[in-house]
């Protein structure tokens, strides 16, 4: 039996996880800027959290411990859920949501590799359906805080829940621009006078569109690394402006600008570093834009329509249990076959 | 920039808009080629002592000729081809027919084969040699010609050049297409064989351009060879032959697939249940069409082929190597392996296959040879889990999706691997080498592939039987029943013999109805015993032919167990 090909040119799994995280490194930057190096803490909790259970889980299976752990997948998980949380959420919101993620999601269904569902949003949906209140508060940017919380005091915040003397916890949090938006839409106001206050920015939320940016720039460089195609990001964004563009050309009192949707909440991050997720996507050319299309639209539909604010992890899940269907639709033509 | 360049290169390819001059997906590897092109094409010693399998070719075994202890010449046909698909053995040199015995061959398998171990006497002498004056002969003439030519593909393929000629009368085969591409990295041969001996390459392209009545002739060489690029073109522009035409393609393996590189040229998709004949296309290897010009202008029958000697030896390079010769005395010319050397690879490291042993010999399908070290091909790291990035579809230039394929072969779902036309798979190796996860795809498909074979067979030869039985049976029952009608009819005559004098109507009503119920009975137990032997549908097997599928189940489980210990070895999930 011949063992051919004996030549490989790929990258392993973990330098694959290694460039991912690279490419997250702008976004931690900007988070660090906008909010504070409290972002740091919670990173390095869900690590410590996700290496630790990963290795439990391997063992409790009987899987080789050092190469998966080195895949660096667990680590990735980790780090997408801590940035999808608000910054400065409490330890234990974190390690639950890690652990719900890596153990619950990913080992319980088979490790690397067989989990259906992303293991980040599953651990996202679990924390924002359990802890709404605590999920949905988030703090203010540092410019807009009232008052400025040093890295000691984040610390302390995360640890501790408690604030510096005198500090209340409205001075250093706010609504986000996507919830003040759907809060005061209810209340019959108009969309341009609600964009003014202080929470906007030019595109999105003040402050929190340089993550954005930082997202967009990271997601570019997968792109040249070849570690992402091209289908997923283009689809997911395109559809989501075309369908916010098609609502607020209707009525611009009512729907918030397609640019507005592109740069709130976790569209971009969604974009480049969530609905790629390999082991929980579909893999064909075309299921990958029904796919990416599917939750462009359920995202836009929740975050209207819904009772969230943000539509993306929900999104994600729902069109997860529909990869295996549209793998098998999407199938491409086989060389020499007429279909 | 590189960025934006990157997306609409990936926009092109998922679409299959890739232009006609690529092969879709494909890979890059380090080529490899400068190596052994440095030096030209020599020659090697006399080898003492030549072992020749008889199985160097796609099809039948070939009728030895010889016996033990027979001189015979060089170019002495020893074997002839045997049946519709075979090709013919020559003496590579004059000598004595030592044995014919089994003999390792190099083959992926490692097990041995029929072979014809030939001693030289040093002399070289020619047999006799006609030339053939293939201008004023008929096809047919000349297919019959071709048949004891012992020409095969020699690409790589080893199918027999003479089937490959005769062509479907209701086809007009438009475009004779040259595989100049050679594709896998380190392969030379071909690159030097166009440098060194173009214009007789094409005297070989005029005869089978006129075998086959082709217009034209289009000549695929990848644009790595731009030294032998430029020699076919110089020996275009002085040969007579019309329409011929050096097309320059990009280096992409594996552009040298004949499929891919018929499209390339072409821009024509041969349909997967078609021959590229079916759309008046056919596709020579250079080195083939030398060896026809070789044939019918001198005589020659196939006795030697260039082989490339490279990886890590002293000094690589190409030889013209008699069939026969064993790879140590290849291995010895080249300087000998450096240190570190712990493998041998025949064919290039995409599509090769480790050798069972240096002494096999040298045969028509071997166009490389590889030493082999680790710091050249590292032992592949454990595999890990696939975990669907898809890299392997997106180079796949049969456009499979590799990772379902993956996923059906290893748990044993052939059916849905088969759907999912893991019969178009060309085992280029493409997906392994772009897998993240180091997953030896390619084994898992051959593996697939070759258990749907082998129950496909065993369902045929199982309906066979059955068939077989269910006729004999059938007939065993209308014999008794013919038998039983004629007893009847014999009773019923010599009833009315008897009847004669009484004119009765029914002498006898009691003794027909007696005769019935024998006859019914009769029926019954032959539908009896029919539904007794119905399940066992291989009874009336001969016992050679028994023998010989015990042989077949014996050695197919043996190969299901080697890749199956394989394949869980490499992977850790199955590590229980």
Same mark, same amino acid.
Not at chain 2, 461 to 469: G, S, T
């Given at each position: 039996?011949?063992?051919?090909?004996?030549?490989?040119?790929?990258?392993?799994?973990?330098?694959?996880?290694?460039?991912?995280?690279?490419?997250?490194?702008?976004?931690?930057?900007?988070?660090?800027?906008?909010?504070?190096?409290?972002?740091?803490?919670?990173?390095?909790?869900?690590?410590?959290?996700?290496?630790?259970?990963?290795?439990?889980?391997?063992?409790?299976?009987?899987?080789?411990?050092?190469?998966?752990?080195?895949?660096?997948?667990?680590?990735?998980?980790?780090?997408?859920?801590?940035?999808?949380?608000?910054?400065?959420?409490?330890?234990?919101?974190?390690?639950?949501?890690?652990?719900?993620?890596?153990?619950?999601?990913?080992?319980?269904?088979?490790?690397?590799?067989?989990?259906?569902?992303?293991?980040?949003?599953?651990?996202?949906?679990?924390?924002?359906?359990?802890?709404?209140?605590?999920?949905?508060?988030?703090?203010?940017?540092?410019?807009?805080?009232?008052?400025?919380?040093?890295?000691?005091?984040?610390?302390?915040?995360?640890?501790?829940?408690?604030?510096?003397?005198?500090?209340?916890?409205?001075?250093?949090?706010?609504?986000?621009?996507?919830?003040?938006?759907?809060?005061?839409?209810?209340?019959?106001?108009?969309?341009?006078?609600?964009?003014?206050?202080?929470?906007?920015?030019?595109?999105?939320?003040?402050?929190? +569109?340089?993550?954005?940016?930082?997202?967009?720039?990271?997601?570019?460089?997968?792109?040249?690394?070849?570690?992402?195609?091209?289908?997923?990001?283009?689809?997911?964004?395109?559809?989501?402006?075309?369908? $916010?563009?098609?609502?607020?050309?209707?009525?611009?009192?009512?729907?918030?600008?397609?640019?507005?949707?592109?740069?709130?909440?976790?569209?971009?991050?969604?974009?480049?570093?969530?609905?790629?997720?390999?082991?929980?996507?579909?893999?064909?050319?075309?299921?990958?834009?029904?796919?990416?299309?599917?939750?462009?639209?359920?995202?836009?539909?929740?975050? @209207?329509?819904?009772?969230?604010?943000?539509?993306?992890?929900?999104?994600?899940?729902?069109?997860?249990?529909?990869?295996?269907?549209?793998?098998?639709?999407?199938?491409?033509?086989?060389?020499?076959?007429?279909? | 920039?590189?960025?934006?360049?990157?997306?609409?290169?990936?926009?092109?390819?998922?679409?299959?808009?890739?232009?006609?001059?690529?092969?879709?997906?494909?890979?890059?590897?380090?080529?490899?080629?400068?190596?052994?092109?440095?030096?030209?094409?020599?020659?090697?010693?006399?080898?003492?002592?030549?072992?020749?399998?008889?199985?160097?070719?796609?099809?039948?075994?070939?009728?030895?000729?010889?016996?033990?202890?027979?001189?015979?010449?060089?170019?002495?046909?020893?074997?002839?081809?045997?049946?519709?698909?075979?090709?013919?053995?020559?003496?590579?040199?004059?000598?004595?027919?030592?044995?014919?015995?089994?003999?390792?061959?190099?083959?992926?398998?490692?097990?041995?084969?029929?072979?014809?171990?030939?001693?030289?006497?040093? /002399?070289?002498?020619?047999?006799?040699?006609?030339?053939?004056?293939?201008?004023?002969?008929?096809?047919?003439?000349?297919?019959?010609?071709? #048949?004891?030519?012992?020409?095969?593909?020699?690409?790589?393929?080893?199918?027999?050049?003479?089937?490959?000629?005769?062509?479907?009368?209701?086809?007009?085969?438009?475009?004779?297409?040259?595989?100049?591409? +050679?594709?896998?990295?380190?392969?030379?041969?071909?690159?030097?064989?166009?440098?060194?001996?173009?214009?007789?390459?094409?005297?070989?392209?005029?005869?089978?351009?006129?075998?086959?009545?082709?217009?034209?002739?289009?000549?695929?060489? +990848?644009?790595?060879?731009?030294?032998?690029?430029?020699?076919?073109?110089?020996?275009?522009?002085?040969?007579?032959?019309?329409?011929?035409?050096?097309?320059?393609?990009?280096?992409?393996?594996?552009?040298?697939? $004949?499929?891919?590189?018929?499209?390339?040229?072409?821009?024509?998709?041969?349909?997967?249940?078609?021959?590229?004949?079916? @759309?008046?296309?056919?596709?020579?290897?250079?080195?083939?069409?030398?060896?026809?010009? #070789?044939?019918?202008?001198?005589? +020659?029958?196939?006795?030697?082929?260039?082989?490339?000697?490279?990886?890590?030896?002293?000094?690589?390079?190409?030889?013209?190597?008699?069939?026969?010769?064993?790879?140590?005395?290849?291995?010895?010319?080249?300087?000998?392996?450096?240190?570190?050397?712990?493998?041998?690879?025949?064919?290039?490291?995409?599509?090769?296959?480790?050798?069972?042993?240096?002494?096999?010999?040298?045969?028509?399908?071997?166009?490389?040879?590889?030493?082999?070290?680790?710091?050249?091909?590292?032992?592949?790291?454990?595999?890990?889990?696939?975990? #669907?990035?898809? #890299?392997?579809?997106?180079?796949?230039?049969?456009?499979?999706?590799?990772?379902?394929?993956?996923?059906?072969?290893?748990?044993?779902?052939?059916?849905?691997?088969?759907?999912?036309?893991?019969?178009?798979?060309?085992?280029?190796?493409?997906?392994?080498?772009?897998?993240?996860?180091?997953?030896?795809?390619?084994?898992?498909?051959?593996?697939?592939?070759?258990?749907?074979?082998?129950?496909?067979?065993?369902?045929?030869?199982?309906?066979?039987?059955?068939?077989?039985?269910?006729?004999?049976?059938?007939?065993?029952?209308?014999?008794?029943?013919?038998?039983?009608?004629?007893?009847? /009819?014999?009773?019923?005559?010599?009833?009315?013999?008897?009847?004669?004098?009484?004119?009765?109507?029914?002498?006898?009503?009691?003794?027909?109805?007696?005769?019935?119920?024998?006859?019914?009975?009769?029926?019954?137990?032959?539908?009896?015993?029919?539904?007794?032997?119905?399940?066992?549908?291989?009874?009336?097997?001969?016992?050679?032919?028994?023998?010989?599928?015990?042989?077949?189940?014996?050695?197919?489980?043996?190969?299901?167990?080697?890749? /199956?210990?394989?394949?869980?070895?490499?992977?850790?999930?199955?590590?229980?």
């Amino acid at each position: 039996m011949s063992r051919s090909p004996y030549l490989s040119s790929a990258p392993s799994v973990s330098v694959i996880m290694v460039k991912v995280m690279l490419a997250l490194i702008p976004a931690i930057a900007a988070y660090v800027w906008v909010y504070g190096a409290g972002i740091l803490v919670t990173l390095a909790l869900a690590s410590t959290t996700a290496l630790a259970a990963e290795a439990l889980m391997l063992k409790l299976r009987n899987r080789p411990i050092k190469p998966f752990l080195m895949d660096g997948s667990a680590l990735l998980t980790a780090w997408l859920l801590a940035l999808s949380l608000p910054p400065l959420a409490p330890w234990w919101l974190v390690v639950v949501g890690t652990l719900f993620a890596i153990v619950i999601a990913k080992h319980l269904y088979g490790g690397l590799g067989y989990n259906p569902f992303n293991p980040a949003m599953v651990g996202y949906a679990v924390l924002l359906i359990s802890f709404p209140v605590i999920m949905t508060h988030w703090p203010a940017p540092l410019e807009l805080a009232q008052a400025k919380l040093s890295f000691a005091e984040q610390y302390q915040f995360i640890f501790g829940a408690s604030l510096p003397n005198g500090v209340q916890v409205d001075a250093i949090s706010m609504a986000t621009p996507l919830d003040y938006l759907k809060t005061q839409l209810t209340l019959h106001h108009q969309v341009q006078d609600i964009t003014t206050a202080s929470q906007f920015g030019a595109f999105g939320a003040k402050g929190g +569109e340089l993550v954005v940016w930082a997202y967009l720039l990271g997601g570019l460089y997968l792109l040249q690394q070849r570690l992402i195609t091209w289908h997923l990001p283009t689809a997911f964004l395109g559809a989501l402006a075309l369908m $916010a563009g098609a609502f607020y050309l209707v009525d611009a009192n009512q729907f918030a600008s397609p640019v507005f949707h592109l740069f709130t909440g976790a569209s971009m991050l969604g974009a480049f570093f969530i609905i790629t997720d390999p082991v929980s996507g579909p893999t064909t050319p075309k299921g990958k834009l029904i796919f990416a299309v599917g939750i462009a639209v359920l995202t836009y539909l929740i975050r @209207v329509y819904g009772g969230y604010p943000d539509g993306v992890a929900f999104s994600v899940l729902l069109m997860n249990m529909c990869v295996p269907l549209i793998d098998a639709w999407t199938q491409p033509r086989v060389f020499g076959h007429s279909k | 920039m590189n960025a934006l360049l990157n997306i609409v290169h990936q926009v092109k390819n998922s679409f299959g808009l890739s232009a006609n001059n690529t092969v879709r997906g494909g890979v890059h590897p380090a080529e490899h080629k400068q190596e052994s092109t440095t030096l030209a094409i020599g020659s090697l010693a006399l080898s003492k002592r030549l072992v020749l399998p008889l199985r160097q070719h796609v099809g039948n075994l070939p009728k030895v000729l010889v016996t033990v202890g027979q001189h015979v010449l060089k170019g002495q046909l020893l074997a002839e081809a045997e049946g519709n698909i075979s090709a013919a053995i020559h003496a590579p040199t004059s000598g004595v027919v030592l044995a014919i015995e089994d003999a390792l061959i190099p083959h992926p398998s490692g097990l041995p084969d029929q072979c014809i171990v030939l001693e030289s006497d040093g /002399q070289d002498t020619w047999g006799e040699r006609v030339a053939i004056d293939w201008r004023h002969l008929d096809q047919p003439t000349l297919l019959a010609a071709l #048949r004891n030519s012992g020409i095969v593909g020699l690409g790589g393929a080893a199918f027999p050049t003479q089937i490959k000629l005769r062509t479907n009368p209701k086809v007009q085969i438009k475009t004779l297409v040259v595989n100049a591409a +050679e594709c896998e990295p380190y392969i030379t041969c071909d690159d030097m064989l166009m440098r060194e001996r173009a214009a007789d390459i094409l005297k070989g392209v005029e005869i089978a351009q006129y075998l086959l009545g082709a217009e034209e002739c289009l000549i695929g060489i +990848e644009d790595n060879k731009p030294e032998a690029a430029e020699a076919m073109r110089q020996a275009c522009a002085n040969s007579a032959v019309k329409n011929l035409q050096v097309i320059v393609v990009p280096t992409q393996y594996p552009s040298g697939d $004949a499929r891919q590189l018929i499209r390339l040229l072409t821009g024509m998709e041969v349909p997967n249940d078609k021959r590229s004949t079916d @759309v008046g296309v056919q596709c020579f290897n250079v080195a083939t069409l030398l060896a026809l010009h #070789r044939y019918f202008d001198f005589g +020659e029958p196939s006795l030697s082929r260039i082989v490339t000697m490279t990886g890590n030896v002293r000094t690589p390079r190409n030889y013209e190597v008699l069939f026969g010769t064993p790879v140590t005395d290849l291995i010895a010319a080249a300087g000998g392996a450096l240190d570190q050397t712990d493998d041998y690879i025949m064919g290039g490291p995409m599509m090769g296959f480790s050798l069972p042993s240096v002494d096999v010999p040298i045969t028509k399908a071997a166009n490389c040879i590889i030493a082999s070290a680790p710091q050249l091909f590292a032992p592949p790291p454990p595999a890990m889990p696939c975990i #669907r990035c898809a #890299r392997c579809a997106d180079v796949c230039p049969v456009s499979l999706q590799p990772q379902e394929l993956y996923w059906f072969s290893k748990s044993s779902n052939l059916e849905k691997a088969r759907d999912y036309k893991l019969f178009d798979c060309i085992e280029c190796g493409c997906c392994t080498y772009a897998c993240p996860s180091n997953i030896p795809l390619v084994q898992y498909y051959r593996f697939a592939k070759s258990e749907i074979i082998a129950q496909d067979r065993a369902k045929e030869a199982a309906d066979l039987a059955r068939e077989r039985n269910e006729f004999r049976l059938m007939r065993i029952e209308r014999e008794k029943q013919e038998r039983a009608q004629k007893h009847a /009819q014999k009773a019923v005559g010599a009833q009315t013999e008897a009847a004669k004098e009484v004119p009765a109507v029914s002498a006898n009503p009691e003794a027909d109805a007696a005769k019935k119920a024998a006859i019914a009975a009769a029926i019954e137990r032959a539908k009896a015993q029919k539904a007794a032997a119905a399940p066992q549908n291989i009874d009336k097997v001969e016992p050679a032919v028994q023998a010989e599928i015990e042989k077949i189940d014996a050695r197919r489980d043996a190969a299901k167990q080697a890749v /199956q210990a394989q394949l869980f070895e490499s992977d850790p999930q199955d590590n229980k």
